[in-house]
C-alpha cells in the first residue's frame, strides 16, 4: 500500500463531479485513475480546487488552496507547470499530461520538468510523438485512459436503431464542419436522418471563458439547422449518456489536432456504437477501421461511410458486434496497475 498524492490546479472537481454533472476528459480521467488506485489498496489524496473535503469511493479530496504536502510515494502532477515541482519529499515522481505536449517546451514548463525529472505519462502513441526526443523527462509511459465500467459491463447486442448520429464532445472539435457535412452531403440523400448534438458550456466548469464566443457560434450554428435534422441538447453527466448512445446508430466525430485521446469516442465504442471520424489526431487509436467503424480520409468519404451505416443494417450489425467484443476492454483498473509501476522506479 502505497501514500499517493494527486495534484490539479484547474477547474473545480471532484469524486463527486461525475454523477452531478458533466465533465471534461482530463477532469474525469483524474477521478478514474484516483478511484481505481484507492481500489487497488493505496492511500489516495487528490487536491483540486474543490470546494470542501469530501471522501467518495476511498479518494480523499481536498481544496488544494490548503496546501500541498512535502511527501508521498508517488506524487503525481497533473497538467500544470505551477505543480511539478510540488511535494519535494516524494519518492516517486510523475506528469500526467492531456494535450499535445508542443507546451512543455516553454521555459515555464522546461525548467521544473529538466530539475524534476519526473515520468511523464501521455495517453497514447499520438500523444507521445508530440514531446521531441531531446526534451527533459524522467523516463515517458503510454497509459490509456481506461473506461468506467458502465461503460465496459453491457455486451447485450443490439438490434440496428433508426438513422442518428452522434456527436457528444467539445464543440470547437469540428463541429462546425461536421454541421456544414450533414446540411449539404447527408440531410439530401437521407432527410429522415437525424444529427443529435449534446453539447455546450456546461462540460468545462468555467474552463472555457476564453472559448466561450467559438463555442456560442458553432452552437448557434447547429440550432440553425434543426430543419435539416439536427438536434441541439445540453450536455449530459457520463452515465446519463449511456441510453443516448445505445440508441443512436453511430458516432459522427471528425476531431482535431489537440485531441489525444477522445473518451467521447471511446466511450461511443465500448458500448458498441459505430463510430466514422477522420484521421485526425489521437482519432485512428479509437476506431479499427472498416472492423468498428470508419476512418475516413476526406470529406466526401466520411459522409459516404456515414451514410453507409445509416442505412446498411449488416454492416451497422457487424461492426457494432465487433466495437462490443473488442474495444471496452481496457479500464480504469488496467490502467492504475501500469501506473502502479512507477512505484518501482529508481
Excluded at 519535494?88 to 524534476?116: C, E, S
Excluded at 436522418?193 to 466548469?205: E, K, N, S, V
Amino acid at each position: 500500500m502505497a501514500q499517493i498524492l494527486i495534484t490539479d490546479d484547474g477547474v473545480s472537481f471532484d469524486g463527486t463531479s461525475p454523477d452531478t454533472g458533466p465533465l471534461g476528459g482530463a477532469e474525469a480521467a483524474v477521478v478514474g485513475l484516483a478511484e481505481a488506485l484507492a481500489a487497488r489498496g493505496h492511500v489516495v489524496t487528490a487536491l483540486t480546487r474543490c470546494s470542501a473535503p469530501v471522501t467518495v469511493r476511498g479518494v480523499h479530496w481536498q481544496p488544494i488552496a490548503g496546501g500541498i504536502p512535502d511527501g508521498a510515494d508517488l506524487y503525481i502532477a497533473n497538467r500544470s507547470h505551477h505543480l511539478i515541482a510540488a511535494c519535494p519529499q516524494a519518492k516517486r515522481r510523475m506528469f500526467w499530461i492531456h494535450n499535445p505536449a508542443g507546451y512543455l517546451l516553454k521555459p515555464r514548463y522546461l525548467w521544473p520538468l529538466w530539475r524534476t525529472k519526473p515520468v511523464i505519462v501521455f495517453s497514447g502513441v499520438y500523444h507521445a510523438s508530440t514531446y521531441p526526443a531531446w526534451a527533459p523527462s524522467g523516463g515517458r509511459k503510454i497509459v490509456p485512459y481506461g473506461l468506467p465500467e458502465v461503460f465496459r459491463a453491457d455486451k447485450t447486442e443490439r438490434p440496428p436503431p433508426a438513422p442518428v448520429a452522434v456527436f457528444t464532445s467539445n464543440p470547437l472539435r469540428g463541429l462546425e464542419a461536421l454541421l456544414d457535412l450533414w446540411a449539404t452531403r447527408i440531410h439530401p440523400v437521407m432527410p429522415e436522418a437525424r444529427f443529435l448534438i449534446h453539447a455546450g458550456l456546461g462540460t468545462y466548469r468555467g474552463g472555457a471563458d476564453r472559448h466561450r464566443v467559438a463555442i456560442e457560434a458553432a452552437l448557434a450554428k447547429a440550432d440553425s439547422l434543426a430543419d435539416k435534422g439536427v438536434i441541439r441538447r445540453d450536455p449530459l453527466p457520463r452515465a446519463e449518456l449511456i441510453p443516448v448512445l445505445k440508441a443512436a446508430r453511430l458516432m459522427f466525430y471528425a476531431g482535431d489536432v489537440g485531441e489525444t485521446f477522445c473518451l467521447a469516442v471511446a466511450e461511443a465504442q465500448a458500448l458498441g456504437l459505430p463510430a466514422v471520424v477522420r484521421p485526425i489526431g489521437s482519432l485512428a487509436e479509437r476506431v479499427r477501421d472498416g472492423q468498428t467503424g470508419f476512418v475516413a480520409q476526406d470529406d466526401t468519404a466520411m459522409a459516404a461511410r456515414a451514410l453507409d451505416l445509416l442505412r446498411d443494417d449488416a454492416l451497422w450489425s457487424a461492426q457494432h458486434r465487433a466495437a462490443l467484443a473488442d474495444q471496452g476492454n481496457w479500464g480504469w483498473d488496467q490502467a492504475a496497475a501500469e501506473i502502479e509501476t512507477l512505484l518501482g522506479h529508481g
